[in-house]
C-alpha cells in the first residue's frame, strides 16, 4: 500500500458549556481508496469505542465518500448519520433500513423521501 497523505489542523475554541479557558479540537483527515480501508473493523471499533477499554479511537469520526457525494457519522453502537447531496444516492439506504430511523427522526425524513417520489 502506497503512502497515505495526512492532513492535521487544530482549532482552538472557548466552549460555554466548559469551566476551562479553552477547547482544542484536532482534525486528521486522510484520503484512502476503499479496498485500502477495513470497513467492518473501522465500524465496529467505532460502536464498542466506549465498552472497549483498549480503544484507541476517541473523538468523532466521519467518513466521506467524494463519488457519491454522501458522508457516513458513527455515534456509537446505537446509531449512525448517513447525509448525501440528493435523495437518489440515500433510498436504497432508506428503503432497506427504514426500520432503523428513530421514531423522532421517522416523519421528516419519511417527507424528504416522499416528496421526492410525487
Given at each position: 500500500?502506497?503512502?497515505?497523505?495526512?492532513?492535521?489542523?487544530?482549532?482552538?475554541?472557548?466552549?460555554?458549556?466548559?469551566?476551562?479557558?479553552?477547547?482544542?479540537?484536532?482534525?486528521?483527515?486522510?484520503?484512502?481508496?476503499?479496498?485500502?480501508?477495513?470497513?467492518?473493523?473501522?465500524?465496529?471499533?467505532?460502536?464498542?469505542?466506549?465498552?472497549?477499554?483498549?480503544?484507541?479511537?476517541?473523538?468523532?469520526?466521519?467518513?466521506?465518500?467524494?463519488?457519491?457525494?454522501?458522508?457516513?457519522?458513527?455515534?456509537?453502537?446505537?446509531?449512525?448519520?448517513?447525509?448525501?447531496?440528493?435523495?437518489?444516492?440515500?433510498?436504497?439506504?432508506?428503503?432497506?433500513?427504514?426500520?432503523?430511523?428513530?421514531?423522532?427522526?421517522?416523519?421528516k425524513i419519511n417527507q424528504i423521501f416522499h416528496?421526492?417520489?410525487?
Amino acid at each position: 500500500m502506497k503512502d497515505i497523505e495526512k492532513r492535521e489542523l487544530e482549532y482552538r475554541y472557548k466552549d460555554p458549556d466548559e469551566d476551562d479557558e479553552e477547547t482544542i479540537t484536532v482534525q486528521y483527515c486522510t484520503k484512502i481508496e476503499l479496498e485500502n480501508l477495513k470497513v467492518k473493523d473501522l465500524f465496529s471499533a467505532i460502536a464498542y469505542r466506549e465498552i472497549a477499554p483498549e480503544s484507541r479511537i476517541v473523538g468523532d469520526i466521519y467518513l466521506i465518500n467524494e463519488t457519491k457525494k454522501c458522508i457516513f457519522h458513527i455515534h456509537d453502537s446505537r446509531g449512525m448519520d448517513v447525509v448525501a447531496t440528493d435523495t437518489d444516492t440515500l433510498r436504497p439506504v432508506y428503503e432497506k433500513f427504514n426500520d432503523w430511523i428513530l421514531d423522532f427522526d421517522r416523519n421528516k425524513i419519511n417527507q424528504i423521501f416522499h416528496d421526492q417520489t410525487q
